[in-house]
């Protein structure tokens, strides 16, 4: 047995980059064509943002927490917890978030964000919707391993990012915490995937 000095970070996962392909595979067949569906729908909500920023705060949350409600319970739960026992532990996160959102995210704040963060925030939100789906056909994975937000944990996250810096929010420093952590964890497992 090697010293424990000689493992690398990417010792520790407890699957591979093939294995992960065929998860983000097999739930984007069962969802199909709903993808398209939650792209309109997220470029409608980003449209609004951009030109009623204030009214679009009062229910804007909302589809983002049926979004990770879903995430929780149809990727986390269900799928993801078939390949890594930290799973169940993200679908709970997952879950309060979607009720932070609904309970503290509701609540907007009179004082719109400055230019420059509705721009850095919109900018945000339209790469989760339009470039985050890119990166797979891009580096050779294909489009049915393409990850979508409303249905995937990161592009879902950086869609909240987004939103929660163009919209005026109350809350935003709580609201913000669970995003920016799941894609942390998110693009840190998936450098050490693609760097095996």
């Not at 990727?75 to 979607?98: K, S």
């Amino acid at each position: 047995m090697s010293e424990w000095w000689t493992y690398r970070p990417s010792d520790f996962l407890m699957f591979s980059a093939r294995t992960w392909g065929r998860l983000l595979e097999a739930h984007n067949r069962e969802a199909w064509p709903f993808q398209l569906a939650l792209l309109a729908i997220g470029l409608a909500v980003l449209w609004l943002a951009a030109h009623h920023p204030r009214s679009t705060a009062r229910w804007a949350m909302a589809p983002l927490a049926v979004a990770w409600a879903w995430v929780a319970w149809s990727f986390h739960w269900e799928r993801h917890a078939d390949i890594n026992t930290a799973a169940r532990w993200f679908a709970a996160a997952w879950a309060l978030q979607a009720l932070l959102l609904v309970v503290l995210g509701t609540r907007a704040s009179r004082q719109l964000p400055t230019a420059w963060q509705a721009g850095a925030g919109l900018g945000t939100a339209l790469v989760a919707l339009l470039a985050y789906p890119l990166v797979a056909p891009l580096t050779g994975r294909g489009w049915a391993q393409a990850e979508v937000a409303g249905l995937m944990p990161e592009p879902t996250a950086l869609l909240t990012v987004g939103l929660l810096l163009a919209l005026p929010q109350r809350h935003r420093a709580v609201l913000m915490a669970m995003p920016l952590l799941s894609l942390a964890a998110g693009w840190t497992t998936a450098w050490l995937l693609w760097t095996r």
